[in-house]
């Protein structure tokens, strides 16, 4: 394992639903990211934080709302997702944010939106 | 269009044999070059990280190449495993945090 953990694994949730993806990373790191993976697609990064500060924002909509109480947990607070949502959510961590710092992944979220 | 680009999209071998995969990109100014494992339903995991003054990096039965001036890089597998049946994703970067992803090759490894 990478020592970064993903609950839930697997999500179903209504166009009204709102939930909360959460990322919890065992490695002692200060950076966390949020990433998209759609089917056949390149990963989309969406957030990035360091020293639970957010440092970047791939212009996201609004309907995903990040939150890092702490360097060591993330979360991804989901309202009003449309059906184009449905796919695999990642969450990630490094040391820093050092061009040669590696990020290690977790085993994501499979969303799907109905 | 992706400024990176795989291929091929997919690719089946059999067991014991060698694979090339290909990364062209056009990335620039360029930092670093990564590749990355991704099992079926799993996160990637980094496999070689290579900077420009780098032309090779071996992990194991993975070597991967790296050619700044036609921005061209390939990974190698060397007597494939079943196990080695994965998505390999390159991914280039340029500045802090400007990481630009490839759609990945899908690698079927038959016994």
């Known amino acids: 394992e990478t020592g970064v953990t993903q609950t839930p694994r697997h999500l179903v949730m209504g166009m009204t639903n709102k939930k909360s993806l959460k990322c919890e990373q065992h490695l002692g790191h200060n950076a966390m990211y949020?990433?998209?993976?759609?089917?056949k697609k390149p990963l989309e990064l969406m957030f990035v934080y360091s020293l639970e500060e957010r440092v970047e924002n791939n212009s996201v909509p609004s309907r995903f709302s990040p939150e890092c109480p702490n360097s060591s947990h993330l979360f991804l607070h989901l309202h009003t997702l449309q059906p184009e949502d449905s796919a695999l959510y990642l969450c990630a961590s490094s040391q820093g944010q050092g061009i040669?710092?590696?990020q290690y992944f977790g085993p994501g979220t499979r969303l799907t939106v109905l | 269009k992706n400024q990176?680009?795989?291929s091929p999209q997919s690719l089946i071998i059999l067991e014991g044999k060698n694979c090339t995969l290909q990364c062209?990109?056009?990335v620039s100014p360029f930092s670093?070059?990564?590749?990355?494992k991704q099992d079926?339903?799993?996160?990637?995991?980094s496999l070689t990280i290579m900077t420009f003054s780098e032309n090779t990096k071996?992990?194991?039965r993975y070597t991967a190449t790296l050619d700044a001036d036609t921005k061209q890089s390939s990974l190698h597998i060397t007597a494939s495993q079943l196990s080695d049946s994965a998505s390999y994703i390159c991914v280039v970067s340029a500045i802090l945090h400007d990481m630009r992803f490839g759609a990945g090759t899908r690698l079927t490894v038959k016994p």
Do not use: C
């Not at chain 2, 670093?32 to 990355?36: D, P, Q, T, V």
């Not at chain 2, 079926?40 to 995991?45: A, C, K, M, N, S």
């Open chain 1, 100 to 102: 040669t710092d590696t």
């Open chain 2, 32 to 36: 670093n070059l990564r590749w990355y």
């Open chain 2, 58 to 60: 071996s992990n194991g």
């Open chain 2, 40 to 45: 079926t339903g799993r996160g990637p995991v």
């Open chain 1, 34 to 39: 949020w990433y998209k993976q759609s089917a």
């Open chain 2, 4 to 6: 990176v680009e795989q």
């Open chain 2, 24 to 26: 062209n990109y056009t």
